[in-house]
């Protein structure tokens, strides 16, 4: 599979073709990812919550991040990797931002960075892309900033916060966003944002526009702490998991395992084993 460029996702929208990502935290699901053939795989910094078991993003670290998307990289070397900038690695200074952005690029291979916000991140994304950096926006339900939205809200349903919406996609774009992330915001008003914008637009529980991402673990049926309404989901990875788990330690308490097939043979004649244990009584 030859990897994808950002000449690929802006031809993709002008020929109305639909890009399918996930996000990936793993080598193994990155491997399987890119055998499957996903246009994209994000390291989201919703590994804290998916995979560290924190209630929110907001404890995810540089290191973390950096951690992750090696592994990621390792097991998807042909696929478009997006690196996302953990909290408090953008929110001080324009300076900041361009320093970590410029980490995500050397020390974990990836392809562009995203960063969550419109309008007041707007001279971030300037000098992460002045820096020769490809970034992508994140707007809608940002979850780094949950706790001024008044939680994991919808937003742009009502024609106030619909204005905002709209004014942070044309500040995305404005700034030099390559493309753009919208987050669960009414179908309407993501597809105004794709018409209006030249870039890309995706969707994570936004309807539908120039393609569509959702969280492995929420599709999978691997995290269950809680489901979004816009999850669609393939697999049920949680049960099929623990009912394994549970047929293991039913075959080591009753000596169903292992079993013959499972052991490695001796290669020397029985007798000179036995000799061997006599040796130790
Ligand atoms: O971290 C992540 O996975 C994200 C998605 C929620 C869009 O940013």
Redesign the pocket.
């Known amino acids: 599979m030859k990897k994808k460029t950002v000449l690929d996702f802006t031809e993709m929208k002008v020929k109305g073709e639909q890009v399918a990502w996930i ?1 990936a935290y793993d080598y193994p699901t990155a491997l399987f990812g890119e055998q499957a053939g996903m246009d994209m795989l ?1 390291v ?4 804290g919550m ?1 995979v560290m078991g924190y209630d929110s ?1 907001i404890p995810v670290t540089m290191e973390d991040c950096l951690a992750h998307c090696q592994s990621v990289r390792r097991g998807a070397p042909n696929t478009w990797i997006i690196g ?1 900038m953990p909290f408090g690695s953008y929110q001080t200074t324009d300076s900041d931002a361009v320093k970590n952005a410029v980490r995500f690029i050397k020390e974990a291979d990836v392809d562009c960075i ?1 960063l ?1 916000g419109g309008q007041r991140v707007a001279s971030r994304i300037k000098a992460i892309t002045d820096a020769g950096i490809l970034v992508m926006g ?1 707007i809608g339900l940002t ?1 780094q900033s949950s706790g001024q939205l008044g939680g994991f809200k919808a937003q742009g349903r009502d024609v106030k916060n619909a204005r905002e919406v709209i004014k942070d996609a044309l500040a995305v774009e404005a700034a030099g966003a390559f493309s753009l ?1 919208v ?1 669960a915001v009414p179908p309407e008003v993501t597809a105004f944002i794709a018409k209006k914008l030249s870039i890309p637009v995706y969707s ?1 529980g936004a309807g539908p526009c120039d393609g569509q ?1 959702l ?1 492995s673990g929420d599709m999978l049926g691997q995290f269950k702490i809680f489901t979004p309404k816009f999850v669609k989901q393939y697999a049920d990875i949680a049960s099929v998991t623990v009912d394994a788990f549970k047929a293991y330690i039913e075959d080591v308490k009753s000596g169903a395992f292992p079993t013959d097939e499972h052991v490695y043979h001796i290669i020397e004649p029985e007798d000179e084993f036995e000799k061997l244990f006599k040796e130790f009584g």
């Open positions: 996000t994000l989201g910094d919703s590994l998916l993003t996302d995203k969550e994140h979850p992330l987050e994570i991402l969280i």
